[in-house]
């Protein structure tokens, strides 16, 4: 059981390149979110995802976009990528749950390191 | 926005002490609280949690304690191991639905020999 895995792993871009990132769960969750941690720091919201076919923006969505066209993957895309945007990226999911459960712990992948030139 | 932060970014402790992890949260609807660790080049990992209807949980050798009156969080770990080194971060969350999460700054524990 691989449990969240992102793919790649470091990926160093120049300043106007895209890129996607990848995202893939093997834990059949409702939910996927991806995050960014800047040295020193914890963890923002960009986007996540309720379910297939549904996205919705987080804490700090700019310059980010994400598609979730099957259930157990969720894409991170930037379409030119920023100085600013050199961080380490994890994608996270978790089950929807229902009532008193409704809150189920987030599982996190082991991130992806990326540096923008 | 209203975000999670931590008293301490560093806390040393000899093995075999016991630990204490503070966090102040200040965002007084949230409901749903989380601790993580997250060891060098990881991503974070499921301590344990706790609903705001709930003043204290335990789970093997962590106990997390909550003080809704002054909005403060604690991780206390019990004879600490060299493996409990890492960072731990709190972070909070309304109940229902995806969890937007917001995370506090973290706390480096540093286990001494």
């Known amino acids: 059981n691989a449990g969240v895995t992102q793919t790649p792993k470091f990926r160093v871009l120049k300043t106007g390149q895209s890129m996607t990132l990848l995202c893939a769960q093997d834990?059949?969750?409702?939910?996927m979110y991806w995050y960014r941690q800047d040295p020193g720091m914890g963890l923002r919201l960009i986007h996540y995802s309720v379910g297939e076919g549904t996205t919705a923006k987080g804490e700090v969505p700019d310059g980010y976009n994400v598609s979730r066209l099957k259930k157990q993957n969720f894409l991170l895309g930037l379409e030119s990528a920023a100085p600013s945007q050199t961080s380490v990226y994890f994608c996270?999911?978790?089950?929807?749950?229902?009532?008193?459960?409704?809150?189920?712990?987030?599982?996190f992948g082991d991130g992806t390191r990326l540096s923008i030139l | 926005g209203e975000s999670v932060g931590l008293h301490l970014p560093t806390l040393s402790v000899q093995e075999g002490d016991n630990s204490i992890i503070n966090c102040a949260y200040s965002?007084?609807?949230?409901?749903?609280f989380i601790w993580y660790k997250q060891e060098s080049g990881k991503g974070p990992q499921f301590i344990i949690d706790?609903?705001?209807?709930?003043d204290k949980r335990q789970g093997q050798r962590v106990t997390v304690l909550l003080n809704k009156t002054v909005k403060h969080l604690s991780l206390q770990i019990a004879a600490t191991q060299p493996g409990d080194s890492a960072v731990y971060f709190c972070a909070e969350t309304l109940l229902g639905g995806a969890q937007k999460l917001v995370f506090g700054q973290g706390t480096r524990l540093t286990i001494n020999p």
């Open positions: 965002n007084s609807a949230s409901d749903y």
């Open positions: 706790i609903r705001s209807n709930m």
């Open positions: 996270a999911s978790s089950y929807a749950g229902q009532g008193y459960y409704s809150n189920q712990p987030q599982h």
């Open positions: 834990m059949n969750h409702e939910y």
